[in-house]
């Protein structure tokens, strides 16, 4: 019974697809460079012709709270996260012409609600989309951004940037601790929006 607590809390939080070409890629707002960096990979593969970062910063800090992730080669002074995953982006090969600009969103369902604002005004029709996104963060993205694209089907491609893993997450205070409050953020913020 807990062992499979565990596998299937793993399996719900820890959403993870392969890569399949689609028509842009969304990187929620963050100070880790990897999901950037993840998603410039894709690109470079030619998984998709835009990327889309997200964010201003987080409500709780009222500011950009820095790169947590990857500072020696992005060490700009960034005001957004916009502009360090832009800045990442760029780095590591995406044109800036490719970069779409969405740098209002201070929380998750407003990337991905700012995020639908940004694609209908340029008149991009998304029926397939990638997330790149932290893992343990999977599940919750894309329940934000099915809901603001209801009609689109999705992969998650997500990164493992704190050592919590699928595998791992019960074998650590912090593990657990992460994970179980993305469930309880899930739980809570599905709620509000219906």
Not at 136 to 153: G, I, K, N, S
Request: with cysteine; glycine share 6%.
């Amino acid at each position: 019974m807990y062992e499979e607590f565990i596998k299937e809390t793993s399996k719900f939080i820890f959403a993870e697809n392969k890569p399949e070409k689609a028509d842009i890629i969304f990187v929620p707002g963050n100070g880790y460079s990897q999901m950037a960096e993840r998603a410039a990979q894709l690109y470079a593969k030619k998984y998709a012709p835009f990327v889309l970062p997200s964010g201003k910063y987080s409500i709780s800090a009222g500011r950009f709270g820095g790169v947590l992730t990857g500072q020696k080669r992005y060490s700009g002074e960034y005001q957004t996260e916009w502009e360090f995953l832009k800045d990442v982006l760029m780095k590591n090969g995406v044109p800036a012409d490719a970069v779409l600009k969405e740098d209002q969103a201070t929380f998750t369902w407003e990337n991905a609600k700012f995020s639908r604002k940004v694609t209908d005004q340029a008149g991009i029709n998304i029926r397939k989309a990638i997330i790149c996104c932290k893992n343990y963060h999977a599940r919750r993205a894309l329940m934000y951004y099915q809901r603001a694209y209801p009609d689109t089907e999705f992969r998650v491609c997500p990164c493992c940037v704190d050592g919590i893993t699928r595998d791992n997450w019960i074998e650590s205070e912090r593990g657990i601790k992460e994970v179980l409050a993305e469930v309880n953020r899930i739980v809570t913020q599905f709620s509000l929006m219906m």
